[in-house]
C-alpha cells in the first residue's frame, strides 16, 4: 500500500506523438506528480520535440523508464499502488471514481489507445464522457482533466508547493 504522502503518478504507455508525451510531462512537473514512461517510444526519447514541448520542466519531474509492460508490472507491484487506465471503452467516468493518493493513471498511445493486457491489469478503466459522434479527446487534455479532478478530490492542490 502506497503512503498518504505518495503522489499521483501519470504513466505514459509507449507514447507515440513526441508533443503529447513533453506536454504530459509537463503537466507532471507542473504539479508535483510522477511520470512514468512504458518503451518503446514511437520516438526518441532525447528527440528535439519531446524536449521542446516539455521545455526546461522536464528537470522537474521524477520519471520512471520502463523498458516493457512487463517491467512496468513488476515495478508497480512493489509498489502496491492501483492503476488507473483511461480509455474511451471505459465504463465508469472519471467523475464517478474516487481517486487515492498514489494512485497511477495511465493513457494509452495515441494512434492505438491501451492493448487488452493493460485493460485487464487494470484496476478501474475511465473514460471522459464526450459527444457520442465523436471518438476521442487529445491523449493530454485528457490526462489534464482526469488527474486535475483526482488531485481536487484529494485535496492534493491544496499543499503548499501549489501556488
Given at each position: 500500500?502506497?503512503?498518504?504522502?505518495?503522489?499521483?503518478?501519470?504513466?505514459?504507455?509507449?507514447?507515440?506523438?513526441?508533443?503529447?508525451?513533453?506536454?504530459?510531462?509537463?503537466?507532471?512537473?507542473?504539479?508535483?506528480?510522477?511520470?512514468?514512461?512504458?518503451?518503446?517510444?514511437?520516438?526518441?526519447?532525447s528527440?528535439?520535440?519531446?524536449?521542446?514541448?516539455?521545455?526546461d520542466?522536464?528537470?522537474?519531474?521524477?520519471?520512471?523508464?520502463?523498458?516493457?509492460?512487463?517491467?512496468?508490472e513488476?515495478?508497480?507491484?512493489?509498489?502496491?499502488?492501483?492503476?488507473?487506465?483511461?480509455?474511451?471503452?471505459?465504463?465508469?467516468?472519471?467523475?464517478?471514481?474516487?481517486?487515492?493518493?498514489?494512485?497511477i493513471?495511465?493513457?494509452?498511445?495515441?494512434?492505438?489507445?491501451?492493448?487488452?493486457?493493460?485493460?485487464?491489469?487494470?484496476?478501474?478503466?475511465?473514460r471522459?464522457?464526450?459527444?457520442?459522434?465523436?471518438?476521442?479527446?487529445?491523449?493530454?487534455?485528457?490526462?489534464?482533466m482526469?488527474?486535475?479532478?483526482?488531485?481536487?478530490?484529494?485535496?492534493?492542490?491544496?499543499?503548499?508547493?501549489?501556488?
Amino acid at each position: 500500500m502506497p503512503s498518504a504522502a505518495a503522489p499521483f503518478c501519470l504513466a505514459l504507455f509507449q507514447p507515440d506523438i513526441p508533443q503529447n508525451a513533453g506536454t504530459m510531462l509537463r503537466l507532471c512537473a507542473c504539479l508535483g506528480l510522477d511520470a512514468a514512461l512504458i518503451e518503446p517510444a514511437g520516438f526518441p526519447i532525447s528527440d528535439k520535440h519531446f524536449r521542446r514541448a516539455g521545455l526546461d520542466y522536464l528537470d522537474h519531474v521524477d520519471i520512471a523508464r520502463h523498458a516493457s509492460w512487463r517491467a512496468f508490472e513488476d515495478w508497480r507491484a512493489t509498489t502496491g499502488r492501483r492503476l488507473v487506465l483511461l480509455s474511451t471503452s471505459g465504463t465508469t467516468p472519471y467523475v464517478d471514481f474516487a481517486f487515492r493518493p498514489g494512485d497511477i493513471v495511465m493513457v494509452g498511445r495515441e494512434s492505438a489507445g491501451a492493448p487488452p493486457e493493460t485493460h485487464e491489469a487494470a484496476d478501474a478503466v475511465l473514460r471522459v464522457p464526450i459527444r457520442a459522434d465523436l471518438r476521442s479527446l487529445n491523449v493530454a487534455v485528457a490526462a489534464a482533466m482526469v488527474l486535475g479532478e483526482a488531485l481536487r478530490q484529494t485535496d492534493g492542490f491544496a499543499k503548499g508547493e501549489l501556488s
